[in-house]
């Protein structure tokens, strides 16, 4: 069973930028994908940005992209989020995400349903 906590949450002025952190426990983390998604009110939970922890690849969202890098240190079972150059249309919950990795995944790496292990939430909110 694997824990996941995020933190780095907050507000920020548009242009602004943001880490956050999703600090994993309980489970062999070399073993998955991490997702960044992340839900605004009204709207689906959508993915940012993922990483194959083993093998280092990521994904990111093209709303999202040359603007935000995921990335984790396995010193400290932690994957981070930076997000440079804020919009406010970032404005949303985040969740880190623990997923199946590798081939035989049932979902695409972008869907929800891949993902077993969520953590919390934290909110980032950009003001215009």
């Known amino acids: 069973q694997v824990q996941l906590v995020e933190s780095g949450g907050g507000l920020v002025q548009a242009g602004g930028s943001l880490r956050l952190s999703c600090a994993a426990s309980g489970g062999t983390v070399s073993r998955y994908v991490m997702g960044w998604f992340r839900q605004a009110p009204g709207k689906e939970r959508d993915i940012a940005a993922a990483i194959n922890w083993s093998t280092g690849s990521t994904y990111y969202a093209d709303s999202v992209k040359g603007r935000f890098t995921i990335s984790r240190d396995n010193a400290k079972n932690t994957v981070y989020l930076q997000m440079n150059s804020l919009k406010p249309e970032d404005t949303a919950v985040y969740y880190c995400?623990?997923?199946?990795?590798?081939?035989?995944?049932?979902?695409?790496?972008?869907?929800?349903?891949?993902?077993?292990?969520w953590g919390q939430g934290t909110q980032v909110t950009v003001s215009s």
């Open positions: 995400a623990a997923g199946a990795s590798g081939a035989f995944a049932r979902y695409p790496i972008t869907s929800p349903n891949r993902y077993s292990y």
